[in-house]
């Protein structure tokens, strides 16, 4: 069996991290694990248990506590928190404004690192989703605190224009100057905050920028599978 690969890639928000990332697994056969996800299911478990955000000791308590299930197929997005579907929930704007106060609480950030790092290893090994082929991890620091020693860390960017562009469109379907102003405070505003605590917008040494701006989806995961094939030899399968 070839050796695993595992892909880190991080970026802005609106840079096209998700999508990507998910279909450069899929066509890799590798996992993928969404962590930008995790901070938002844990966002979400705090104010169900109406526990004050502001309340650093008792948000970190309260994510150490969550019994949180993620899925890592790349093809089926599976994430519970104590037996409850919260991928629609995740995505909605109350969890989109108030999930930053959660990604900056340093304990909270500690509890997810281990849990991100314990999913990377799994999938390093025969018994595992991947078959120990590997997995791709995205975020905002995947390729320099979680996972610096990744085989494959991108950088991905897009222009601020095109990030509220494709936000835009996929909130509401249209990038009109309202819906691209209805869309700052879920783009510019959060990167803004998470930044306070983790850099996500230069490539640290030796991670490969990938730019968007001017790419279409398609365009984008070739290049990035490009990246892949070039440091790793891995190649989509047929
Ligand atoms: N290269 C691209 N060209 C055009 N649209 C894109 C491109 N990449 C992603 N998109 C679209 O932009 C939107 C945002 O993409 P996605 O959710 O993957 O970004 P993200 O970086 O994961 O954002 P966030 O960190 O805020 O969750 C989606 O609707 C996606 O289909
Ligand atoms: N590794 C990560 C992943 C995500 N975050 C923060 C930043 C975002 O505001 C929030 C949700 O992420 P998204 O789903 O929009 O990618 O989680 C982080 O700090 N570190």
Redesign the pocket.
Known sequence: MSQPVVVAID??????????SREVARRLGLAYLDT?AMYRAATWWCLRSEIDLADTAAVAAAVRAMPLDQGVDPSVEKLEVDGADVRADIRETWISEKVSAVATNLDVRAELRRLQREAIAGQTVPDSFSEGRGIVA?GRDITTVVAPDADVRVL?T?SEE?RLA??A??LHGAADAAAVDATRD??LR?DRDDSTVVEFQVAADGVVTVD?SD???E??VDAVLDVVARLTGARPRA
């Open positions: 970026g802005p928000s609106g840079s096209g991290k998700s999508s990507v930008g995205e991905l897009a095109a494709r936000r469109r996929e879920q783009v959060r968007s790419l279409d989806l365009q984008t």
